[in-house]
């Protein structure tokens, strides 16, 4: 029979999940279908943009958002000019830097379209232009004798058949990602630019100020911009890398406004965030809390540390392992300030509360399923079990030559298939992504760096816990001693060979005497056991988890609680007002920093250098139309209340009338546990204010082509004084 629908007299049609929802504060990251719902909370936080154009996302400003594949970004011109964080352009200023011309210490800028150097085949620029609801197609008639597997796999085949349907036109990448843990499913159609280039980048002294030891704190004052171009065919379609490509003509872009902004003014933010988990279980975050985040922690800590080891004192290593650390000390960093935040405040103790709650009201429902609950909690239980032997593999397995190795010959066997039938990440429509994921290696790999991480890594898996070691890969991995012979037995570090076998069939691949292709092939049965039970585990959650959360709406229907998905990176909207905090007692901290700040934390050494151009910039007080008339200076950074996460870097915030005013970057560090659970009092957002990346454009690195380029918005006084 098909699966029950939990409550037969709640229906939830997707129009009204917002209806119901009187936000509580700024929490919220709303689909944008969602906001003509919300316009009471738009005008209580002042913006005067009616809520039915941010819905469309045809019209502007949600017309201008774009997303980077993990990173947000907003065109600022009409000539495909993308303004974002500095942070994410950082694989593309790492990949065109030497140690001859080092683009992350000394800073990029193409004063002229043919100067602009090439992102690399990882920069892509997508324009979302259509969501539908596919809800019904995905689940409709999925009954609930289905195994585990059966299920999941019933539901990944009805999801490739409408990516597949998207994607006859091959300017579009499609995706049907899941909303409210598999209640709901949309079709989402972007347009995917492939010719990226970076056309401006500061000094990491400037875009990366403070480093890992201001990340995620306050006050801060980092420059975290940088720009891009997206270039297109002649026809106006995505091609390839060319020189004969043209900048893409973007029919829409922000207006950069100058403006400035005050305490309790409101904002709109809107971008890509990736993952929140504000719906999960007290079991869920105990789990995290107590086991997957302290593992996880000492895992990246171990590994950064191995890395810091083998490239000392050797510049080219460095440069290229820059963007890895980079990323790797973000998540951990972001993961410390979660289990901080736990200890801080038990979220489990009060998801606790909010469960009995739950369980209490859904007792007294009627035609509820008897079994659903104590359904959920075994599938939760099954999940977490499986999650440690997946860290466990992760461990064991920290090579990028032996995860190039497995690549390859994971896909070799996929070839087997027909397209549809093939893994979802290795039909025809992921060949470019796999090209590039094995090319990018080119500028961030080293042999003995490599050697020395999976060295490592095998040491650390023999000391984790023996039931979470994956049955029979302990016999199949090489002893650390033997590893060194491995990387004298390989090909795959020549990237010309690497990318050679992405040509070759199965029969070749299994016949390679390559140390790691061998080792690839004699782990691959593991590898596909582990992937059996995730499909099984996640067939379950997938049938029992939309059950619960479609109780859950209605339980918070119920009590005018704010209902919105969790985050999945996919476009997003939220709201806020610049606020100050109080993240102790007897502690405030004002919504701005300004340039006198940055002078004040300069040491001369890293993380704390400035260019001498920005330091005699402050000192001779050049702060022109730039400098704020209540601060008396340049503002740098500066706070508000909007609900953000990890994707929502360089999302555009935006005045009140849809005008560029900021750049999100971060959190404060009291606010990273707002992925479990949003504290309106001290969850604050940290975005750069735009006049301070304007400032240091024409004072610092004289990027006028860029200014003329864009379209700003400058104060009123300023135009009054220059007529």
């Known amino acids: ?5 939990l409550f037969k007299t709640i229906v939830l049609p997707v129009a009204l999940l917002g209806a119901f929802a009187g936000a509580h504060a700024d929490e919220g990251q709303w689909q944008p279908h969602q906001l003509p719902q919300l316009k009471a909370e738009l005008k209580r936080v002042g913006i005067d943009i009616p809520a039915e154009k941010l819905a469309d996302l045809s019209k502007h400003p949600m017309s201008a958002i774009v997303s980077l594949g993990g990173c947000s970004a907003a065109f600022v011109s009409d000539a495909g000019l993308v303004v ?3 942070h994410c352009a950082y694989g593309a200023v790492q990949r065109n830097s030497t140690p001859e011309h080092n683009y992350i210490t000394d800073g990029f800028l193409a ?26 197609r995905v689940l409709k008639g999925l009954t609930a004798d289905m195994s585990g597997r059966a299920r999941h796999e019933a539901v990944e085949k009805r999801i490739k058949d409408l990516i597949a349907e998207c994607e006859t036109d091959k300017m579009y990448r499609c995706s049907v990602p899941a909303f409210h843990r598999g209640l709901e499913y949309y079709r989402i159609r972007q347009m995917m630019i492939r010719d990226v280039r970076l056309v401006y980048a500061p000094s990491d002294k400037i875009g990366n100020f403070g480093g890992d030891t201001d990340n995620y704190e306050w006050p801060r004052h980092t420059g975290d911009y940088s720009f891009l171009r997206a270039y297109v065919g002649k026809d106006g379609r995505p091609a390839d890398p060319s020189p004969d490509n043209v900048p893409y003509q973007s029919k829409d872009f922000l207006v950069v406004s100058a403006e400035g902004l005050k305490a309790g003014d409101g904002i709109l933010l809107a971008g890509y965030p ?8 007290p079991a869920e975050i105990r789990f995290a809390r107590d086991t997957a985040f302290p593992l996880k922690v000492s895992e990246l800590q171990a590994d950064l540390a191995v890395m810091a080891d083998s490239t000392k004192g050797d510049a080219a290593a460095a440069v290229r392992y820059a963007s890895v650390v980079k990323s790797i000390n973000n998540v951990l960093k972001k993961t410390q300030g979660l289990l901080d935040g736990f200890a801080r405040k038990d979220i489990a103790a009060i998801k606790d509360v909010q469960d009995a709650e739950f369980r209490a009201w859904y007792a007294k429902q009627p035609n509820v399923s008897p079994t659903l609950l104590a359904e ?16 466990a593999w992760s461990v064991a397995t920290n090579s990028d030559l032996l995860k190039s190795a497995r690549t390859i010959y994971r896909l070799s066997l996929e070839r087997q298939k027909a397209d549809a039938e093939r893994e979802s990440g290795f039909q025809q429509r992921d060949l470019a992504f796999i090209k590039a994921r094995l090319a990018r290696l080119e500028q961030s790999y080293v042999n003995k760096v490599d050697q020395a991480r999976f060295e490592a890594g095998l040491k650390r898996y023999a000391q984790l816990a023996a039931k979470s070691h994956p049955q029979g890969l302990d016999a199949l991995l090489p002893a650390p001693g ?5 990387y004298q037995q390989t090909q795959l570090a020549d990237t010309a060979k690497r990318l050679a076998w992405l040509e070759k069939d199965q029969a070749a691949v299994a016949q390679s005497d390559d140390a790691f292709m061998a080792l690839a092939i004699k782990l691959q049965p593991v590898e596909a056991a582990l992937e059996e039970r995730r499909k099984e585990i996640d067939g379950n959650l997938e049938r029992v988890i939309p059950q619960y959360m479609q109780a859950v709406i209605a339980w918070k229907k119920s009590q005018g609680k704010p209902v919105y998905p969790d985050a999945n990176s996919t476009l997003r909207v939220t ?12 502690i405030t901290k004002g919504p701005f920093t300004t340039v006198e700040g940055i002078v004040e934390k300069v040491t001369g050494k890293a993380p704390f250098e400035a260019p001498q151009g920005l330091i005699d910039a402050v000192k001779q007080k050049r702060y022109g139309q730039f400098r704020d008339p209540s601060l008396g200076t340049v503002p740098v950074n500066f706070l508000t209340s909007a609900d953000t ?7 555009a915030v935006m005045n009140k009338r849809g005008e560029l005013i900021g750049l999100n970057f971060d959190s404060t560090y009291e606010s990273i546990t707002k992925d479990w659970y949003f504290d309106t009092a001290i969850t604050r957002a940290i975005h750069l204010d735009i006049r301070y990346m304007l400032w240091v454009m024409k004072e610092v690195d004289h990027a006028d082509n860029l200014l003329q380029e864009m379209t700003i918005k400058y104060p009123k006084a300023v135009k009054a004084a220059k007529k």
């Not at 990736?274 to 279980?281: A, E, F, I, M």
């Open 274 to 281: 990736g993952r929140t988990s504000r719906y999960k279980l």
């Open 1 to 5: 029979m098909e699966e029950q629908i």
């Open 482 to 486: 033997a590893v060194a012979a491995l």
């Open 111 to 136: 004063k002229t379209r043919a100067a602009e150097l090439p992102g690399g085949p990882n920069s892509l620029v997508y324009v979302t232009d259509k969501v539908e609801n596919v809800s019904d």
């Open 645 to 651: 996460t990890g994707g929502n870097s360089g999302s």
């Open 376 to 391: 959920l909690d075994a599938a939760i239980a099954s999940d977490m079990a499986l999650s440690e032997e997946e860290f």
């Open 84 to 86: 974002t964080n500095h």
């Open 575 to 586: 709201y806020g007002t610049v606020s100050p905090y109080s993240p102790r007692d007897g």
